[in-house]
């Protein structure tokens, strides 16, 4: 026999339910695959009536079969379950404890109750084991089990459809045509009798039941007719559950991987003596197999590998082919929560797939967030290298913004794409959202930069433009340098400006902007020539001073003045100043708006004219602003001009002086003739002397040698010189020199008297060699020298 019909012992007879010994049952009947495609039988009728022996021989079971020897006693206690082989669709058979057993008393029959309740709960057939005498017979042992049946089954709110076979057995000649109707009417009798609650007081028994009858020949007597019978009954088995087959009706079933569940609650529900419920047990039935069946797909999730892979990863990097990966997953969990859910409640199914969905996408969820952050930082990274690119290979910036934006756009939709998971409805707007603003804040980013390096590079291009030749004017400020500024400032702006707007087409700017940023640029002119005079205005000094200094010491030729004299130098100091005092007046006040303003005319009065200036005008240098210059555009105060000019004029006081000094000098050096009273005394006084030299011309060339030897010394000595320093120390370095000067006198003078004949000899030489010829004695030489 095989381990098919091995018998479980499923309630015993004190109606403990064995829960380890169904589920080990169903899994070796692999019950649980079966789906809806299973049929559950059970067997009642009294005891020892030969109900194991009939379905041992029907279903090839091995229920305990009563010892025929041994005298009628219990075999079988409680209910017993086991698989019919041979028979499809799987077919589960019940064997319960025999009715009015002499064991249990004939007062308890509770267990009797409790069986036939259970047995009408889970089966679809229910077999009626009676003797066929006890037809028609009042006290028919099967009349209480009948009405045990009907009673119980009103217990039951709406029940199943269930196929009533009465077996007859030890059938006598009378033919069954004949029984049949006899014994349908007991049943009908049996059926009116029972009470029945107000909304079944006129059901039928026909729209609970299917009633079949069937006859058997006795297995004591008649084997052989016995076993052909059953055979031929075996064949009603097969393929019950179809349409016209035994239990082709039946209603309310149970799926077969509930059934453990099912039928263990029935059992509580019915031992706690309460009514059963069975479309709610149904329902409660799907609610729990359901939930394990989700759970059991979860759990499975987690501990799939391909996910943990996929979670991990995406921790740290993109996944490719992400949404693909995970839908499949999805979709093994899921469609095996259909195929095993199959046949439970609809509701009930699609509610807690429901759940299970949401459960699994709720532990996703953060991994496909992630996978989101990965797509759209990638993404940014490309564009910002793309965008880079484009601008570095000369594509201008609304062009480069305007594809690389499609384009990665784009590529962020086909990574979102590729992300999305098919069983949700995920979206990816926020992200995108972000993204969009991620592009947007370094295209502005950029731009910024772009422009700002734009600006400056135009306003160093101002800088250079306007730096050099503003210095220059400043430095020949005179009536014309304001307005030469200005036109310089106007044409300059005009180009950096045309330029810039050139530039700035590129940007894709609204016109307000692009404006503002003309005008920043021309503000930034102005800015430079504004910093630039504030500069040189606080160098104005030292420029007044070079002024001064060039056109005091430079005649009109630009030529080096020497002070001989003859110089006007009151009218060259005031010259000079007054060129100083204009520089003052062009440096104290910008005048980029052409304004009128009386600085120079203010400057003039109040401090070249000091003695002829009113005192309004005094009071004007007093203050800290100019009339008709706003403060903003003053460079030099009215007050700080006047120390200003103070300070110009102790500075270059000393240059006067030294030139007046000089002038002195110079005109001391040339006056060399003593002054006339002392030239007449001179004639007077030395009248007497003066006779006495015309008489004797001697004297004269005595005092003409003298004169020459004081000449000589004089200037061999430098006398002029040595007394520079001082008369005392001039004569100690005159007395200290005079006797080397002496020699040096006497050697040249020696010199020069040799140096002619010497030269002689040079230039003849034969006239050296018979002047050595003649120079026997020194002495004749020295007299031919002399
Ligand atoms: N007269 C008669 N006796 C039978 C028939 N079939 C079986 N028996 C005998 O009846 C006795 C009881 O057989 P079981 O099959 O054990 O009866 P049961 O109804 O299962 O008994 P319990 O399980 O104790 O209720 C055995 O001795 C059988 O040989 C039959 O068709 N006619």
Known sequence: MSEDCCSTHLIDGDGTFNTSGLE???KSVKLSECGL???????MGPQSSGKSTLLNHLFHTDFKEMDAFKGRTQTTKGIWMARCTGIEPCTIVMDLEGTDGRERGEDDTAFEK????????????????????????????NKPLLKTVFQVMMRLFSPRKTTLLFVIRDKTRTPLENLEPVLREDIQKIWDSVPKPDAHTETLLSEFFNVEVVALSSYEEKEELFREQVASLRQRFNKSIAPGGLAGDRRGVVPASGFSFSSQEIWKVIKENKDLDLPAHKVMVATVRCEEIANEKFASFLMNEEWIEVDETVKSHPVTGFGKKISSILDTCFSGYDMEAAYFEEGVRSAKRKQMEEKFLQVIQPAYQCMLGHIRSATLQKFKEAFDKALSGGQSFAAATQSCCASYIKQFDEGCADAFIKHTNWDAARVKEKFRR??????????TAKLSELKASFEKKLNDALTAPIEALFDNAGDDTWPSIRKLLQRESEKAVSGFSTALTAFDLNEEEKDKMLSGLKDHARDVVEGKAKEDAGRVIIRMKDRFTTLFSHDNDSMPRVWTGNEDIRAITKTARAASLKLLSVMAAIRLDNVADNIESTLELALVDTKAASKALQDAL????????????????????????????????????QAISAQEASKRGNNWLPPPWAIIALLVLGFNEFMTLLRNPLWLLLIFVV?????AFWVQLDVSHEFRNGF???????????????LNILRRLSEQNQGPASNDSRRNPALTSSNSFASDSPSAAHAKAQ
């Open 37 to 43: 495609s299973y049929a559950v039988v059970s067997i």
């Open 24 to 26: 080990a049952f169903m």
């Open 114 to 141: 409790q069986s036939a309740l259970f047995a009408l709960a889970v089966s679809d057939i229910v077999l009626i084991n009676m003797w066929c005498h006890d037809i028609g017979r009042e006290q028919a042992a």
């Open 438 to 447: 991620d592009l947007d804040a370094h295209v502005t980013d950029v731009r």
């Open 707 to 711: 004169y020459l030897l004081v000449k």
């Open 622 to 657: 007093a203050s800290s602003s100019w009339e008709k210059v706003p403060a903003s555009q003053t460079l030099i105060t009215p007050v700080q001009c006047k120390s200003l000019w103070r300070q110009f004029k102790t500075e270059t006081e000393y240059t006067v002086t």
């Open 728 to 742: 005392l120390p001039g004569l100690f370095s005159i007395s200290t020199k005079f006797l080397p000067t002496v």
